[in-house]
């Protein structure tokens, strides 16, 4: 599998997008004024103690205070049933050093853990953990030991003092001690920085600030089969190539400098695949569609055959369309960003070997996702429930904001409903005021059926009342709303 990654900067905004043979699998998009703040390390003021939740609300300088919970404030291997209260804990008031795990989303303030840990390309830094540990992605136990043994014999040979711990990342499978003993000593002269600053900086203030997107794409993302980072600002690509050469030496040769003229997202049609992914429906290659619901609690994801008939038996058919969705699930997942709980309804299989194929290729799809994703298998209902750890704001919370015509409910009440609506306020109005006569301004579609459908209502009303009603169109108005003005 061939990837490329194409890199995207204004003033204003650093896109990603992340490709992998030619299709679009990940877009990142990071905003000068709503800069993502995962990984930053502040030092903040304790503003309230919440007992009843085991939690507190610290200011960090941001809009709105951020969210602790005890277990983020006890010790580094304090035994999980040991329950100690926040009030014992922390105080109002309280200069607190933390760090974000989670970004501000929608009304939420971020999510915050007193447990520090920094990152390199190989390897994360954890100064308060006594203890070393190897990603759960390496899945070779063989590998796994030789690369536990290597920071051992790294740490030893170069006498480096270290009082935390170190957890390799998945980048470092086959590398060799030269590199892990390059990241080992940046991060542990990062790490005198950040604790100097811990003493001297006053709360709230940032202390440690994390790479910005392009470079941190560069340090996060770079593996093996990515053949091509390009970049479209000249400027930047001098930093990237800086970096690259000084922590990633062999990714030096695939950073290029992209002058075209046609916008760089314009290549293997990120911009339209974007624009798809703001959609409720995926259309599938066979004929078959999804439709993704995105919900303040879960996401629900629904698999439909459509237009795709096959060539043997319904059983057959709809087992190649779960098969394709399968993938695409996995896909969507990623360009979307959706976190949470995620509920798949799959087209009914009877064949319990087809239900476990499905599941099978959703996971291998699923290994690819670089965020943390758990598969719980097939529940009662017969839905696949799994679970992808959320850290930052959806590619359309990142892009949209609610329909003000809706409030978000994606859809509008019909032009009927408004007008009894209208009725049922006149008769309101009638009753707390003696006005003359009631003038309506509405949306087009509303006045229309005011004067036809809904005309004979309308005299019965004036008959009721014993007063005129007029009508005046607004063509500002969207169609819920009306307004009754007293004459």
Not at 332 to 344: A, K, V
Not at 409 to 432: P, S
């Amino acid at each position: 599998m061939s990837g490329e990654v194409l890199i995207n900067l204004t003033p204003m905004e650093t896109r990603v997008a992340v490709v992998e043979n030619g299709v679009l699998q990940e877009a990142l998009i990071e905003r000068t004024r709503r800069r993502g703040i995962v990984g930053n390390i502040y030092k903040g003021r304790v503003v309230r103690v919440l007992p009843g939740m085991q939690a507190a609300f610290v200011d960090i300088g941001l809009d709105r205070a951020a969210f602790i919970h005890a277990h983020e404030v006890m010790p580094v291997g304090t035994p999980a049933d040991e329950q100690v209260s926040i009030g014992q804990l922390l105080h109002e008031g309280q200069a607190l050093v933390v760090q974000v795990t989670k970004d501000p989303i929608g009304s939420k303030g971020a999510r915050l853990t007193t447990h520090l840990s920094v990152p390199s390309r190989y390897l994360v830094y954890m100064p308060d953990s006594p203890h070393h540990g190897v990603s759960q992605r390496i899945e070779d136990e063989r590998e796994r030991e030789r690369l536990r043994e290597r920071l051992e014999q790294v740490q030893a040979e170069q006498e480096l003092e270290v009082t935390g711990g170190f957890i390799v990342r998945t980048a470092a499978e086959s590398i060799g001690n030269e590199e892990l003993y390059a990241d080992m000593h940046f991060l542990l002269r990062l790490w005198r920085k950040v604790s100097e600053r811990k003493i001297t900086a006053p709360a709230p203030s940032v202390i440690y600030d994390d790479l910005p997107l392009f470079i941190r794409t560069l340090r996060d993302l770079m593996r093996d089969d990515i053949e091509k980072v390009r970049i479209d600002s000249r400027e930047n690509y001098v930093k990237l190539v800086e970096f690259a050469r000084e922590f990633m030496p062999d990714s030096s040769a695939r950073i290029e400098y992209y002058p075209g003229e046609r916008p760089i997202f314009d290549l293997y049609s990120v911009e339209d695949e974007i624009q798809k992914a703001l959609g409720r429906k995926v259309q599938l290659k066979s004929g078959g569609y999804l439709v993704i619901d995105p919900t303040e609690a879960m996401t629900t994801i629904d698999v439909n055959t459509g237009g795709y008939v096959g060539h043997r038996n319904l059983e057959e058919t709809i087992f190649k369309t779960n098969l394709e969705a399968a993938n695409a699930i996995a896909r969507q997942l990623r360009l979307r960003n959706l976190g949470g709980i995620i509920i798949i309804d799959f087209i009914d299989m009877e064949d319990p070997e087809h239900q476990r194929q499905v599941l099978r290729v959703l996971e291998k799809a699923l290994e690819r996702d670089h965020a943390k994703t758990k598969c719980t298998g097939v529940t009662e209902l017969g839905l696949v429930q799994l679970t992808r750890k959320r850290t930052r704001e959806s590619l359309e919370q990142t892009l949209c904001e609610a329909c003000p015509t809706c409030s978000g409910r994606g859809t509008l009440k019909t032009a009927e409903t408004v007008c009894y609506e209208i009725f049922r306020e006149i008769l309101r109005e009638e009753r707390a005021y003696n006005a003359e006569t009631y003038m309506v301004l509405a949306s087009q579609a509303v006045v229309d059926r005011l004067l036809d459908e809904d005309s004979a209502a309308v005299a019965d009303l004036e008959t009721f009342i014993g007063k005129t009603i007029r009508f005046q169109v607004e063509n500002h108005y969207s169609q819920e709303q009306y307004d009754i003005v007293l004459m």
